[in-house]
């Protein structure tokens, strides 16, 4: 009887057309349409509307003739031509993906490294407040952070102090291209590694405690757990963030290369967004077509990592995006 | 005769452990020291004495001299000013604009049976992986009128996807007996969000407050594009002036120049302390969300 019923009502449905349909949606579902509507025009004026602005990056873009108006570029692709060929391509691809490898080898494990020496930690106070003060430097803004780096950073600043206790010389560090890197890196260690390891720490916490209970038993110590437990409990974590790390490999934190590097430093440092904000912002007749090309292949190297990277780890390990 | 053992815990510690334990205890302190003597050093620098600060900027352990002056200065100064004031200016619009578009935007996508749901979805997701970068976005604020003005501030960034699906998490962990309680009552889902949704949900929007917030309050790079006038400048981009470009900005300003000579050096370490420490009082409060929080949007991303 049952069955009956349903198969009358089922085909029912289904013998509605899309119009039928979507007025039933209508109905149903007004108020939640309405809602999402500001969001929706949101999205289209301020994240769509710039994407439709990428076309310039085919133009030959003048401010005074508009986006529509300025003309094609022939060949379509020269301004990715220009950049190919630009003197400095080779230097900031290589900046860029050097500065990336080296953030992503010595900062993407410190905050795992220091949520694994948390939770060895038994004091819950002592745990707590460390915790607290980790986080820190991530509520301090970039311009603060990057200030007192250059205070530090100068002829008679810590550094020097530091450094004459132990009877090196004194210098500006920021000014030489030796240091830019190393001071670049280890600041970005500090800002984030506290942050960074909350959700490690939440993932620690998720571990079945049985586990570590039987190992005991077993005669591990705490060493052999961490190994054996500890780690491949977080590794599903680590894998996710690591995708999501790997799609912004292009992506170097342009702000902090801004209020860091100077004209000295600039063959170490100067990476291919500073280059497209110079390009556009810092006098001169701004390029904003060659700019906005630059920035899509940049945009597009980035897709096409975390693409990559996502399919490797979803063949090797189960562990994907999507 | 003393080798009579007492029973400690289960299993007795080993030596190493115990090492282990002092090390890891001491790195521990060493990585507070490290976080926190640098504010520790602004705070000594913005009480101590401008003459010091200029003959000894390196390692500072206490103020030498005690001196307010970089302080009233601070509070007094007509371009630090106008930064507090912006800055509160935008927070003041931006919060409710960010908070109501995130509710909307997770209540939505949280739902079921809506047709076009997929869609929606992944018109959102899609920015999250794609944009137009910086000269699309410059350009885009240009064409819509918006340059020199705080709108320019406020508008581009009034909804962060990545806080709308924690916000989405947020609401998905309310029992859906309630909603539907109130849809037989005859309430629309307006009044559901409001009146429903968003006081259970108190402790995600405190969050979502506190990141916006902060973000808000943090930012400079959009102010200098957007900007072009020095009085409409946030905070941030005031202290910029002062910190980096080490340009003599303040006494451009039509102020007292004996006064900010006075404390050029101080004025930098009191303008930080009055702009960090707010945030930094915070914080703390809402630490104990912060893991739902970041747990959610990197996961589910």
Request: aromatic share 14%; net charge positive.
């Amino acid at each position: 009887m049952t069955t009956a019923k349903s198969s009358k009502v089922v085909p029912q449905f289904h013998r509605l057309t899309f119009a039928q349909r979507v007025i039933r949606d209508w109905k149903l579902n007004k108020w939640k349409y309405i809602l999402i509507l500001p969001v929706l025009v949101y999205l289209a004026l301020f994240c769509y509307k710039p994407m439709y602005g990428l076309i310039i990056a085919f133009k030959n873009y003048k401010p005074t003739r508009g986006i529509e108006r300025s003309a094609w570029m022939d060949p379509w692709y020269g301004w990715f031509e220009r950049f190919f060929t630009d003197p400095y391509f080779g230097r900031l691809i290589g900046n860029t993906f050097i500065i990336s490898l080296l953030t992503i080898v010595f900062g993407f494990p410190a905050p795992i490294l220091l949520a694994l020496l948390l939770n060895e930690i038994k004091n819950s106070k002592f745990k707590r407040t460390v915790q607290t003060i980790t986080y820190m430097p991530y509520f301090i803004s970039m311009v603060v952070t990057c200030a007192l780096i250059r205070v530090y950073c100068q002829q008679d600043g810590l550094i020097s102090d530091l450094v004459t206790a132990f009877g090196g010389t004194r210098q500006n560090w920021l000014m030489n291209s030796a240091y830019y890197r190393t001071i670049y890196i280890i600041s970005e260690i500090w800002q984030t590694i506290g942050w960074n390891s909350i959700i490690y720490l939440a993932a620690l916490s998720s571990i079945d405690q049985d586990q570590y209970e039987a190992a005991r038993i077993d005669g591990a110590n705490r060493f052999q757990q961490v190994i054996h437990i500890t780690l491949p409990g977080l590794l599903p974590t680590i894998i996710i963030l690591f995708i999501l790390r790997m799609g912004r490999i292009l992506s170097v934190g342009y702000e902090k290369t801004l209020l860091l590097y100077n004209s000295n430093t600039y063959d170490v440092a100067d990476i291919i967004s500073t280059y497209t904000y110079r390009l556009s912002f810092s006098g001169g007749t701004p390029q904003y077509s060659y700019s906005t090309a630059i920035g899509l292949f940049n945009t597009i190297v980035n897709v096409v990592f975390l693409l990559a990277t996502n399919f490797i780890s979803s063949r090797v390990s189960d562990n994907s995006l999507f | 005769m003393t080798t009579a053992r007492k029973p400690k815990n289960h299993i007795q510690e080993s030596v190493g452990s115990k090492v282990f334990d002092v090390i890891n205890v001491i790195i521990m302190l060493l990585l507070c020291f490290v976080t926190l003597y640098p504010m520790w050093y602004v705070l000594c620098a913005s009480v101590t004495e401008n003459a010091y600060l200029v003959a000894h900027p390196g390692a500072i352990f206490w103020p030498h001299g005690f001196t307010t002056g970089s302080y009233g200065l601070a509070f007094s100064h007509p371009l630090l000013l106008s930064g507090y004031k912006n800055i509160l200016i935008v927070l003041l619009v931006s919060l409710p604009i960010n908070i109501i578009l995130t509710l909307f935007c997770g209540y939505v996508t949280a739902s079921k049976n809506l047709m076009f749901k997929p869609i929606i979805q992944f018109l959102i997701m899609f920015t999250m992986f794609f944009s137009g970068g910086m000269i699309p976005a410059y350009l885009n604020v240009r064409d819509l009128g918006l340059y020199n003005s705080l709108w320019a501030l406020i508008l581009p960034g009034a909804m962060s996807v990545y806080n709308a699906i924690i916000c989405r998490t947020a609401i998905q962990g309310v029992p859906e007996s309630l909603t539907e309680s109130a849809y037989l009552d005859g309430a629309n889902d307006i009044i559901i969000v409001f009146r429903i949704i968003l006081p259970l949900i108190m402790p995600t929007i405190a969050v979502l407050l506190l990141y916006y917030g902060v973000g808000h309050w943090n930012a400079w790079f959009n102010a200098s594009l957007y900007l072009a006038d020095n009085e409409k400048l946030p905070i941030q981009n005031v202290m910029r002036s002062i910190l980096i470009a080490n340009s003599n900005v303040l006494n451009s300003a039509g102020s007292d120049n004996d006064m900010v000579n006075q404390y050029a050096e101080a004025i930098k370490y009191s303008t930080i302390i009055l702009t960090t420490v707010p945030v930094l009082c915070i914080y703390p409060f809402l630490q104990k969300y912060f893991v739902k929080g970041v747990m959610v949007g990197a996961v589910k991303g």
